[in-house]
């Protein structure tokens, strides 16, 4: 058994499964975007350096050749620089096999670090950050209390590329309801070519009880999208994309059809089979809603 102690449900990327996860900070230091509720429960805090340490020396007894660490919880870039480059120097040395160190991080936690931080904590193995962007629209980032703009997300990004910290972002569709979903995808598209990441997934909004989005999809203020729209958004957004070298993924539990493709590279032909499927329409062709998941 692992000597951690983790606190509370933690939460990692799909491509994080085989990554050593260590609790830099607990909970998310926003915690009010209306669709999540992945941290409700956790009042944010850094945590200590001395127990994070603790952990690091004990798991690197137990797993030697660690290669990749996850820093959980959900915005493990909030810790100030210097906390953070101790934690991935003490990693560095306590795996001597480590490849790469990765987090999740919010737009704002990228403006409040300067190109020379993100450069030194790149320096030290800080290999990718996950940004959840969730969309590119004024509007629905106002809506759904996300607390960046467009230009806010773009200019913390850029920061990133600028010191060469590989960003993987995530866009959240059918945030705009029915009615937005053509402006949210235009608008998504126009931003990530803006930031052009190295890596972008998109997930379908599954709306959880109990969330203001929850409400107002319930109340009727926004409308679902169905499984074709939804397919529709995204197709839209592949669409409008003009990116130099990025690894897509739209195959999340949420995701009604699973794509994968590398953009710009595969774009014809990444669009071609969604129009096919959604040409045929064949029965069975999209995921059906009670095998869908978060
Ligand atoms: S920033 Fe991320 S983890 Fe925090 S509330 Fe928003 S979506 Fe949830």
Not at 40 to 48: C, L, Q, S
Not at 82 to 93: A, F, H, I
Not at 130 to 145: D, N, P
Not at 249 to 265: D, G, I, Q
């Amino acid at each position: 058994m692992l000597p951690i102690k983790y606190e509370g449900d933690v939460f990692r990327p799909p491509s994080e499964a085989k990554s050593l996860i260590l609790q830099a900070t607990i909970g998310c230091s926003h915690n009010r975007c209306t669709f999540c509720s992945m941290y409700k429960r956790k009042k944010f805090r850094i945590r200590n350096l001395d127990e994070i340490k603790k952990e690091i020396v004990l798991t690197s007894r137990m797993l030697p050749h660690t290669r990749r660490v996850f820093l959980a919880d959900g915005n493990a870039l909030a810790v100030p620089t210097e906390q953070l480059l101790e934690t991935l120097e003490l990693l560095d040395q306590s795996f001597p096999g480590l490849e790469r160190v990765s987090l999740y991080g919010n737009p704002y936690d990228l403006l409040e670090k300067s190109r020379a931080e993100l450069i030194k904590l790149r320096e030290h193995k800080m290999g990718i950050v996950y940004l959840g962007i969730e969309s590119g629209s004024a509007r629905v980032l106002e809506r759904i209390k996300k607390g960046v703009t467009p230009d806010q997300i773009a200019e913390g990004a850029l920061r990133a590329k600028a010191a060469k910290v590989p960003l993987s972002i995530t866009v959240l569709n059918g945030l705009a309801g029915l009615e937005g979903s053509d402006e949210d995808a235009r608008e998504n598209a126009l931003l990530l070519n803006r930031i052009d990441p190295e890596y972008l997934g998109l997930l379908s909004l599954m709306t959880v009880p109990g969330t203001t989005t929850h409400r107002q999809f319930s109340r009727g203020e926004l409308t679902p999208l169905g499984p074709w729209e939804m397919l529709k958004e995204i197709r839209m957004i592949v669409e409008g994309l003009n990116l130099s070298n990025c690894t897509f993924r739209a195959n999340h539990a949420s995701n009604y059809l699973p794509l994968k493709a590398v953009l710009s590279r595969d774009q014809e032909k990444l669009l071609a089979s969604i129009d096919q499927v959604i040409e045929q329409k064949a029965p069975g062709s999209l995921k059906s809603e009670y095998l869908r998941g978060l």
